[in-house]
């Protein structure tokens, strides 16, 4: 009895996904539980598994865009990896001209149907190419970057040593690579947020020195006791969620004709990864002490930068921070995460003069940016806020006696 392998249901808003890569080939035996494809959605990457073990028969291509519900794939279900016993008298060895047909075969079986696809585009020939998927698998991304090998040039020597270069400086070629739905879904949010809220971003500078000083005190004694270091997220998360005791528009949203102000903080911390930016959130994250949030922002970014984040752990944020600073960034005006109101923007930490007691001195210093919705938060609010986050930042113990 066959079975069909369909696309899931990965969450309540998403109608259609892309089929990102296929992990396995058409006609391997597969075990149940082995990953057979990546399924690329709006929000998240999901690995799909075998139901059972089997026989695999792929239906649909990489790059394929397909509804919830489409059959992709369909298993055999039985025992695998058995060989066919040779017969008397077959043992005669193949020729030459066979064994270069079976080896080529061997070599175009190994690349996948949307390799396949580019490479025939490029006019390359897919044995020519190397694969570095499982088993020596051509990938897509094999095929994109693979480029045609060059004509055997005459051995004589040049007339021109000058006109036998290739003009490396005016080369005009295009690499054209198809927008993962990720990507399109973050391009089409953040346009999205730039249309429709009356943005604005207001500044200040924190003096890093006392959290440094702190850091650097306790630092050893906190990964004994919690098993993983301080950070400097978790303690701006814990700014960010008493500041808004006193400031709570911003953590506020629209919904229609109506204001909701939550009465808890779900802290949405961006985390680069190699398909995009991606928002975790951290539930509840004003009842956890600075430990708890340390281990959720790892647990989150280790699942983001690895494929695995689900759909919920990146729903319903109601407040977001993002760290420019750890690409090197001085200054931002970072975009609202809609439905949002708000989103703080962290910036690196440079050596500047600062005026302490009247005295001029060396501190490290790091810019802090509010983004904010206009409609939502008025100015004594946003700046308010941010102000009460310095504040805090610059005299961590009254974050231990909220004050």
């Given at each position: 009895m066959t079975?069909?392998?369909?696309?899931?249901?990965?969450?309540?808003?998403?109608?259609?996904?892309?089929?990102?890569?296929?992990?396995?080939?058409d006609g391997d035996f597969v075990e149940e539980g082995d990953i057979l494809c990546d399924i690329e959605s709006d929000k998240a990457t999901i690995e799909l598994p075998a139901e059972e073990s089997g026989t695999l028969k792929i239906l649909a291509e990489e790059g394929s865009d397909l509804p919830i519900g489409a059959v992709i794939a369909s298993l055999t279900p039985?025992?695998?990896?058995?060989?066919?016993?040779?017969?008397?008298?077959?043992?005669?060895?193949?020729?030459?001209?066979a064994t270069k047909q079976v080896e080529s075969s061997k070599?175009?079986?190994?690349?996948?149907?949307?390799?396949?696809?580019?490479l025939?585009?490029?006019?390359?020939?897919?044995?020519?190419?190397?694969?570095?998927?499982?088993?020596?698998?051509?990938?897509?991304?094999?095929?994109?970057?693979?480029?045609?090998?060059?004509e055997p040039t005459s051995t004589k020597p040049a007339v021109s040593s000058v006109s036998s270069k290739p003009n490396i400086a005016n080369s005009r070629e295009i690499n054209r690579e198809k927008m993962s739905r990720l990507r399109k879904t973050i391009a089409k949010r953040l346009t999205e947020a730039?249309?429709?809220?009356?943005?604005?971003?207001?500044?200040?500078?924190?003096d890093m020195k006392p959290l440094m000083d702190l850091r650097k005190k306790y630092q050893d004694q906190f990964v004994k006791t919690h098993g993983i270091k301080l950070?400097?997220?978790?303690?701006?998360?814990?700014?960010?969620?008493?500041?808004?005791?006193?400031?709570?528009?911003?953590?506020?949203q629209i919904e229609g004709d109506d204001l909701l102000i939550p009465q808890y903080v779900d802290m949405g911390i961006?985390?680069?990864?190699?398909?995009?930016?991606?928002?975790?959130?951290?539930?509840?994250?004003?009842?956890?002490?600075?430990?708890?949030i340390e281990l959720e922002i790892a647990?989150?970014?280790?699942?983001?930068?690895?494929?695995?984040?689900?759909?919920?752990?990146?729903?319903?944020?109601?407040?977001?921070?993002?760290?420019?600073?750890?690409?090197?960034?001085?200054?931002?005006t970072p975009i609202l995460n809609t439905p949002q109101s708000a989103i703080l923007g962290m910036h690196n930490i440079v050596e500047r003069a600062w005026v302490v007691d009247g005295k001029i001195e060396v501190r490290p210093i790091m810019y802090i940016a509010l983004s904010y919705d206009h409609r939502v938060i008025d100015g004594k609010d946003s700046v308010g806020f941010l102000k009460t986050v310095k504040e805090l930042l610059e005299d961590p113990s009254r974050m231990i006696l909220d004050i």
């Open positions: 079975i069909e392998i369909k696309v899931p249901v990965i969450g309540e808003s998403i109608t259609e996904v892309t089929l990102a890569a296929w992990h396995k080939q039985g025992a695998g990896g058995a060989t066919a016993k040779p017969t008397e008298g077959s043992t005669k060895a193949p020729t030459p001209e070599t175009v079986q190994h690349a996948s149907p949307a390799a396949n696809k580019i025939s585009e490029k006019g390359i020939d897919a044995a020519s190419v190397s694969g570095s998927g499982k088993d020596g698998r051509v990938t897509k991304e094999d095929a994109l970057n693979a480029s045609k090998k060059p730039k249309n429709t809220t009356a943005m604005l971003t207001t500044f200040n500078e924190v950070g400097f997220m978790s303690l701006f998360t814990k700014a960010c969620t008493l500041a808004m005791k006193k400031h709570p528009l911003v953590n506020a961006a985390v680069s990864s190699d398909k995009g930016l991606v928002v975790p959130v951290v539930r509840n994250s004003e009842s956890m002490n600075l430990a708890q647990r989150l970014a280790t699942k983001a930068r690895d494929g695995k984040i689900t759909v919920d752990e990146m729903s319903g944020g109601t407040f977001t921070i993002t760290n420019g600073g750890v690409f090197g960034s001085m200054l931002s």
